[in-house]
C-alpha cells in the first residue's frame, strides 16, 4: 500500500527587492503576484505582457524557488533571453540556470540527455530544411514511386504535410484531405514515404525540429520515470504567446503540469492568427475547462494606442462569439479618429498611401514609423509601382517584393521568352523546371536552340560586329525551332518539352499575344498552376498572386508596356526583414502576419473588401471568419497616432472586367461614430507628382 505524501517547500519570509505594487499598474500586479496553481492572462495588445512574464518570474525567485525550478516557453530565443536579462537587471543576480527558450531549444536539451532511450545517440545531429528536403528525396528516390506519371508532391510539400500532421495530431490522410486535397489519392504512398523517412532519420542519427517536440513527448508519455523527473524539476511553467501553440505543444505543456498544476500561461485569443500554420486556438480558449480552479486575469490597459484607435478595436473584435471578452482602455490622451477612405480603385488607393504619407512626412513622422498592412502581398500590387513612380523609399518584411518571387518571375519568363526568343535567361529558367534539367542541360539545350534561331535568322549585309541580333517578328518560329529541338531534351523531359512547344506556340497567337492577361491565364492552364501544386506547401496563395497578376497586367497597352514597368520594379533593390541603418527613411509593406508584435505611429491598412479581408475562402465557415476578424483587429492594434482604412469601390476581375467590390464586413460592424470618412476629391488637372523630389547638385533625382 502507498500513498502521496505533500512535502511543503520550505522558505524563509522573502525580503522584496522590487517594489512591485509600485512598478506595475493594478491588472498586472494581480497576475503577477498569483497564488499557485493553474493561471490564464489574458493580455491584450499594448498592455504589457512581457513585462508581466518578466516580473512574474522575478516575483517567484524572490519568493525563494530557485531560478532552476522555473521553465519559460517562448516562441523565440530572442524573447526569451530578453526576458532572462531583465529578470537579471531588477533581482541583480545571476538566472542563467533559469530554464528557458522555445519549445525546440528545450526540446532540444531534454533530447541530447535521453536520446538513448528512444534509439538515437546524444550527438544526433538536427536537420534543416534542406537537409530534411535531401533525405525525403533519397526516401522517394527508394520508393521506386513513378512521381512523373503521379505528379507526386515535391520533398518540400511532402515535408510541409509530415510537419502539419504531427504538430496537429492528425494522421496523414486526414491531414491530405483538408489541407493538401489535391494529394488525397496518394495517401498511402505519402504515408510511405513518411515512414521511410522516420526510419532514415534515425538510420542517420538526425533529428528534424519536429522530432524535438515529438520525441520529448514520447519522454513524458513513454517512460514514467523521465516524466517523473521533469514533473519534479519544473515546478513552476510559464507559457507566452500561448494563442499560437499547437496541439503538439499544448500537450507537452499538459503532461509537464499535470502533478502540480503550477501553469501560468499569457496570451491574447483576440491574436490568435496562425491556424493556417497548425496553431489551435482550442488550447487558450479551452484552458479554464482543462484545469480546474484555474485563474483568470485580464490585463486591459493599453500603453501603445490613442482612445479612438482602441474605440475602434474594441468594436472590431466585438463579434466574434469565441473569445474572452476584455475591453483595452487607453494610458494614453485623445487623439484622432480612425479614417476610412473609399477609393475609386486599387490605382486611386495607392495614390492615396502615397500622397498621405508624404504629408504626414512634411509634418515631422519618419517614413520608418509608418506602416501599410494588407492580407496578401498581391494586395500591394499597385502601391509598389505607385511607390516606386515617386521615389518614395520602401521596404517589405517579407525580404522579397511582389514581382521578384519565384512564381511570378517563372511566369514574367514566358511572356519574355515570347517577346523575345533570344533571352537566354528566360529559355534557361523555364527548361530547369522540367525533370533532369539542370545547370548543365540548360546550357546545353540553349546552345542547341540558339544554334537553330541563327540559322533561320534571315542574313544581313551589315558587318559582324555592327550586325543586330536576328530577331522573329513573332514567336512561331520559335515554337517551330523547339519542335526541331525536342531530341535534344533529357528523357526525363520528353512530355515537358512537348507542353513547352505547345505553349510557346499557343501564346504566339495574335489573339492571345494580343492580352497580356490572357498569356497569364494560359501559362497556368498549360500545366505551371500542376507545377505551383506539386511544388509549393502554399500553391493557393501564389496561385492567387498570378491570377492578380493577369487581373494588373490589363492596365498596360501591349506586353512590352507591362514587361518594361516589371523590369523597372524589379530593378529597385530587395530588402530584408533586418533593420537597417536608413530604416527610418523607408515606408514599411507588410502581411498583417508578419507585423505581428510590431507597433507604428501610423499605419494604413488596405484592401478592405469583402473577398479580400476576410479572404473569399475564410469567409465559408465560422471559424475561418471568426481568425480573420482577429487578423484584422492586429492589424488596428498595431497604429499608435493615426490608423488609416482603405478599400477601392471597382476592382479588376480574374476572369475580366471591372466589379463594383463592398467594403468590408469588419468595417461595417463598426459604429460609423467611432471613425470618421474621407471623400477624394481628385485635383483638375490631375498633378504630375513623378518629380516631387528635390534636385542634388549633380542632376540626380533625390528620393524626396
Not at 498592455?47 to 519568493?63: C, D, H, P, S
Not at 500622397?355 to 500591394?380: C, K, T
Not at 533571352?423 to 534539367?437: A, T, W
Request: proline content about 6%; glycine content about 6%; some cysteine.
Amino acid at each position: 500500500m502507498s500513498r502521496d505524501y505533500q512535502l511543503n517547500r520550505f522558505s524563509a519570509p522573502a525580503e522584496l527587492q522590487i517594489d512591485y505594487a509600485r512598478e506595475l499598474n493594478t491588472q498586472q500586479y494581480a497576475a503577477v503576484t498569483a497564488d499557485e496553481g493553474p493561471a490564464l492572462v489574458i493580455a491584450g495588445a499594448g498592455a504589457g505582457k512581457t513585462r508581466t512574464l518578466t516580473y512574474r518570474v522575478a516575483w517567484l525567485i524572490e519568493q525563494g524557488v530557485p531560478p532552476d525550478r522555473i521553465l519559460l516557453l517562448t516562441f523565440t530565443n530572442k524573447a526569451a533571453k530578453e526576458m532572462m536579462r531583465r529578470v537579471a537587471d531588477l533581482l541583480g543576480n545571476d538566472v542563467s540556470n533559469l530554464w528557458g527558450g522555445t519549445f525546440h531549444s528545450v526540446g532540444n536539451r531534454i533530447l541530447r540527455r535521453h536520446a538513448e532511450v528512444l534509439g538515437w545517440r546524444p550527438d544526433f545531429t538536427i536537420l534543416d530544411r534542406e537537409d530534411a528536403k535531401d533525405l525525403i528525396q533519397a526516401c522517394v528516390d527508394e520508393s521506386g514511386i513513378d512521381v512523373k506519371e503521379t505528379r507526386f508532391p515535391k520533398p518540400d510539400v511532402l515535408g510541409d504535410i509530415f510537419s502539419m500532421a504531427l504538430n496537429t495530431g492528425r494522421p496523414i490522410a486526414a491531414t491530405l484531405a483538408q489541407d493538401y486535397d489535391h494529394f488525397a489519392a496518394l495517401a498511402s504512398q505519402i504515408e510511405d514515404i513518411a515512414a521511410r523517412f522516420r526510419l532514415r532519420k534515425q538510420a542517420t542519427n538526425g533529428m528534424d525540429f519536429d522530432d524535438l517536440l515529438t520525441q520529448w513527448l514520447r519522454v513524458l508519455k513513454d517512460f514514467p520515470d523521465l516524466r517523473d523527473f521533469y514533473q519534479r524539476r519544473f515546478q513552476y511553467i510559464l507559457v507566452d504567446e500561448y494563442q499560437d501553440t499547437n496541439s503538439l505543444q499544448g500537450e507537452l505543456i499538459d503532461r509537464l503540469a499535470a502533478s502540480h498544476k503550477n501553469v501560468m500561461v499569457v496570451g491574447d485569443d483576440a491574436q490568435s492568427i496562425y491556424a493556417w500554420r497548425g496553431a489551435n486556438f482550442k488550447n487558450i480558449l479551452e484552458f479554464p475547462q482543462r484545469y480546474s480552479g484555474c485563474q483568470t486575469f485580464k490585463i486591459e490597459v493599453n500603453y501603445r494606442s490613442t482612445p479612438e484607435i482602441l474605440a475602434f478595436a474594441n468594436a472590431a473584435i466585438a463579434p466574434n462569439i469565441h473569445q474572452f471578452q476584455k475591453k483595452l482602455a487607453a494610458a494614453r490622451p485623445a487623439g484622432v479618429k480612425p479614417v476610412e477612405v473609399a477609393c475609386m480603385d486599387a490605382g486611386e488607393q495607392a495614390a492615396f498611401v502615397a500622397q498621405r504619407a508624404l504629408e504626414l512626412r512634411d509634418e515631422g513622422i519618419p517614413l520608418g514609423e509608418m506602416a501599410v498592412l494588407y492580407r496578401s502581398h498581391f494586395h500591394a500590387l499597385e502601391l509598389q509601382l505607385e511607390l516606386t513612380r515617386r521615389n518614395i523609399p520602401f521596404s517589405i518584411t517579407s525580404g522579397i517584393r511582389f514581382f521578384e518571387q519565384a512564381h511570378v518571375k517563372d511566369v514574367a519568363a514566358y511572356l519574355k521568352l515570347v517577346n523575345n526568343p533570344r533571352d537566354e535567361i528566360s529559355f534557361k529558367r523555364l527548361v530547369r523546371l522540367m525533370p533532369g534539367v539542370g545547370g548543365k542541360s540548360a546550357e546545353k539545350l540553349w546552345n542547341v536552340v540558339r544554334g537553330a534561331l541563327s540559322m533561320a535568322a534571315p542574313e544581313s549585309t551589315a558587318p559582324e560586329l555592327t550586325r543586330p541580333a536576328p530577331r522573329a517578328a513573332n514567336p512561331r518560329p520559335l515554337a517551330e525551332v523547339l519542335a526541331g529541338c525536342s531530341p535534344a531534351a533529357p528523357k526525363k523531359a520528353a512530355v515537358a518539352w512537348a507542353q513547352f512547344t505547345a505553349t510557346i506556340a499557343q501564346l504566339g497567337t495574335p489573339e492571345i499575344r494580343a492580352k497580356t492577361d490572357a498569356m497569364i491565364r494560359l501559362v497556368l492552364e498549360a500545366g505551371y498552376e500542376d507545377y505551383l501544386k506539386a511544388t509549393y506547401p502554399n500553391f493557393r496563395s501564389r496561385l492567387e498572386d498570378l491570377e492578380q497578376l493577369a487581373s494588373f497586367a490589363r492596365q498596360f497597352p501591349t506586353m512590352e508596356d507591362f514587361l518594361t514597368q516589371l523590369a523597372l520594379l524589379t530593378n529597385v533593390e530587395a530588402e530584408d526583414d533586418k533593420p537597417r541603418e536608413d530604416d527610418h527613411e523607408k515606408i514599411r509593406l507588410s502581411t498583417i502576419h508578419q507585423a505581428k508584435g510590431l507597433e507604428f505611429r501610423v499605419v494604413f491598412v488596405i484592401m478592405l473588401c469583402d473577398g479580400l479581408f476576410p479572404s473569399a475562402r475564410s469567409i465559408d465557415s465560422p471559424e475561418g471568419e471568426e481568425e480573420e476578424r482577429r487578423l484584422f483587429y492586429v492589424a488596428v492594434t498595431r497604429a499608435k497616432d493615426e490608423l488609416y482604412l482603405s478599400h477601392p469601390l471597382m476592382r479588376f476581375m480574374t476572369g475580366g472586367g471591372d466589379a463594383m467590390q463592398q467594403p468590408s464586413r469588419f468595417l461595417a460592424e463598426v459604429p460609423p461614430e467611432l471613425r470618421e470618412e474621407w471623400n477624394l476629391r481628385p485635383q483638375t488637372p490631375a498633378t504630375d507628382f513623378s518629380d516631387m523630389g528635390e534636385t542634388r547638385e549633380d542632376g540626380e533625382e533625390a528620393p524626396f
